[in-house]
């Protein structure tokens, strides 16, 4: 357990920072999960695209995901979305 003052105040401030991470992690999760439902229900949303690379976006520049990372969720996504939406001849 940590003795000093400092140590224990980056234990409070790591804490809150891993809560807040936490729930942008999950929104994530679940911005891309509504895209991919959408891209896969035979209608695909532009409009559920759009929201789940915002999120991505947010969570990249707030230093949640890493950007690769966050461009590799994105270019996944927008992967799915352009097959979805191929014209089929």
Do not use: C, W
């Amino acid at each position: 357990m940590a003795n000093t003052k400092s140590a224990k105040k980056r234990i409070r401030s790591n804490e809150h920072k891993r809560l807040r991470n936490q729930m942008y992690k999950s929104r994530v999760k679940t911005m891309i999960k509504k895209a991919e439902q959408a891209i896969f229900s035979g209608s695909p949303s532009e409009e559920a695209l759009r929201e789940a690379v915002r999120t991505i976006d947010k969570a990249a520049v707030k230093g949640i995901l890493h950007k690769n990372n966050a461009a590799r969720r994105k270019s996944r996504l927008m992967q799915k979305f352009n097959v979805a939406t191929r014209p089929t001849t």
